[in-house]
């Protein structure tokens, strides 16, 4: 019991000082942790959005965009499936309509074979498929998409999107942000401290689908500027075509994808000095990009970013390095988003702003003023009672109240976490119950001592008795700490995290702490009896 060595001592009253001074800076305005100096902890506890304020958007997926985009692809790999065949097949026909693709083999006999070579196009990765394949009319092969295959794709679109966001966000150093799926279409992100909407959309709504195709140099220019494309190829939108066209057409298959990029940053043009994007490939895109240039030396290909060329530049020379430049009508802001979404990937999917609103810092005032006020008489409550009840250990359990508070607030700002509105909640409920503890303590010294223990033994046995049922019970509500975090999001998560940070620091304050100064009391007056 009075085994506290001095450098434990010493190492205990160093925790307590220095968890103060983590704690203080939450508790001074901004002007004065300006004024700190650089290499003295000045972190604060950041406040969620119905504290702080900020934005919030709900997200929508296009899903029919999304079904176009799933027969693109399925039409690129079956013509490149045909072509694989050996010998190879041939198709023509090939239309796309109500979700499904269809084509035409003309020679009947290659029926078998064609539905061989796209065995593998239509399985999926449990070993089932994602599309079954019809034959009709004796040489027409129609791929129907299976109602299992369209909930996945899209649950791996929105489960995508939603880390995509999150990237995108905790690049710019914004703290905190909440993002949830809302059904099986929509995304609710909530970002605390931002008031511009706007910024936010910008940023998130975004889709950064970059692709790189070849300019069609022999489509009829009057039927471009009205939008029409021939067969193979279509019209997109390009502002600042050089010709005073704003469309341009480019063919519609084959180029490269985005999704091979490894890298984008924001820089400056070396002979104009404007802003542009610097992007690299990884290794097979770097080799595609390469046979790419290399093949259609001479001819233009378009850059195109979310179905908008943003330029068409010649081949004038193979470009073997798998690097890059993205140039276009940029500012140094939107290069650098740009150069954000891109290194956060492409949305797999369209997103469009169905619900936005900021919301003021108001009641998240009036919220921190009533949750101080109701800390303020809970504890005021609470150690008047710890006092009366116990004397001098209730002074040692009140003590150790205000120095949990302390360690809460140190942690949380040590990690940078966020209090929210359910946050305070569990910041109020665990000073309520962070003197069970010591009521735990301080009764089985009383039954020890009515027990006739000497007071020594009463002291030693009633921490070492009351520990264990201490121990017991918070992991339990550690564990459902825990659980309400991983499986919890937004205020709940909140909420968690308050609770798991205050019942670990309220275990060792009412029990280390305590101990320690029942200790050294002990040792410097050698009660003969204790009022308890």
Same mark, same amino acid.
């Given at each position: ?408 607030? *140190?942690?949380?700002? =040590? %990690? ?11 910041? !109020? #409920?665990? @000073? &309520? ?46 564990? *459902?700490?825990?659980? =309400? %975090? ?11 995290? !308050? #609770?798991? @940070? &205050? ?30």
């Amino acid at each position: 019991m009075l085994d506290f060595p001095r450098w434990r001592v010493t190492m205990l009253n160093a925790l307590i000082v220095l968890s103060i001074l983590l704690a203080i800076p939450s508790f001074l305005p901004k002007a004065w942790l300006d004024r700190i100096p650089a290499g003295v902890p000045k972190e604060t506890i950041s406040l969620g959005l119905d504290l702080a304020g900020g934005s919030h958007i709900l997200l929508e997926a296009d899903t029919a965009q999304l079904q176009r985009d799933r027969l693109e692809s399925l039409e690129d790999s079956v013509r490149t499936a045909m072509r694989r065949a050996e010998p190879r097949i041939s198709i023509d026909s090939v239309t796309r309509s109500n979700g499904r693709l269809s084509f035409v083999v003309p020679d009947s006999a290659q029926i078998d074979a064609a539905r061989e070579a796209l065995l593998p196009v239509v399985a999926n990765s449990t070993g089932g498929r994602d599309w079954s394949i019809e034959v009709t009319d004796g040489n027409r092969i129609t791929l129907v998409p299976s109602g299992t295959g369209n909930t996945t794709v899209l649950d791996q679109a929105m489960n995508s999107a939603k880390d995509v966001i999150d990237r995108r966000i905790n690049a710019l150093g914004t703290l905190e942000p909440t993002i949830i799926r809302q059904g099986a279409d929509r995304i609710v992100v909530q970002v605390p401290g931002l008031q511009d909407p706007q910024a936010l959309k910008d940023l998130i709504g975004k889709t950064a689908k970059l692709e790189f195709k070849l300019v069609d140099e022999n489509a009829d220019p009057e039927q471009t500027a009205q939008g029409k494309a021939r067969v193979g190829s279509q019209v997109l939108p390009y502002p600042d075509n050089p010709t005073g066209i704003p469309y341009i057409a480019v063919r519609r298959l084959g180029g490269i994808s985005g999704d091979k990029l490894t890298g984008a940053q924001q820089s400056f043009d070396p002979q104009d000095n404007q802003p542009v994007v610097n992007i690299q490939f990884d290794g097979e895109g770097g080799q595609r990009f390469a046979r790419m240039t290399q093949q259609n030396t001479g001819k233009l290909f378009a850059i195109i970013l979310d179905g908008q060329v943003i330029s068409a530049p010649r081949i004038n020379e193979p470009i073997l390095g798998g690097s890059s430049q993205i140039s276009g009508s940029f500012t140094v802001e939107s290069a650098n988003q740009l150069a954000i979404a891109l290194n956060s990937g492409a949305l797999p999917v369209d997103l469009k702003v169905v619900e936005e609103r900021s919301v003021g810092p108001d009641l998240g005032a009036d919220s921190i003023k009533s949750g101080i006020l109701a800390a303020l008489i809970g504890t005021a409550g609470v150690l008047l009672w710890m006092i009366l009840t116990y004397g001098r250990f209730g002074i040692y359990a009140s003590y150790a109240l205000v120095i949990n508070v302390a360690m809460i607030l *140190a942690v949380m700002s =040590l %990690f940078n976490a966020t209090l929210t509105l359910p946050g305070i909640a569990g910041f !109020v #409920l665990t @000073i &309520g119950a962070a003197v069970d503890a010591n009521v735990l303590i301080n009764e089985r010294i009383r039954e020890e001592r009515r027990k006739g223990r000497r007071v020594i033994q009463a002291l030693e046995n009633g921490y070492k008795e009351a520990s264990r049922a201490i121990f017991d019970a918070n992991i339990t509500n550690v564990i *459902a700490a825990v659980l =309400l %975090f991983i499986f919890g999001s937004g205020p709940i998560r909140g909420f968690a995290v !308050v #609770l798991m @940070i &205050g019942i670990v620091t309220s275990v060792f304050t009412a029990v280390t702490l305590t101990r320690m100064w029942v200790a050294g009391w002990v040792k410097r007056n050698r009660p003969q009896d204790i009022n308890i």
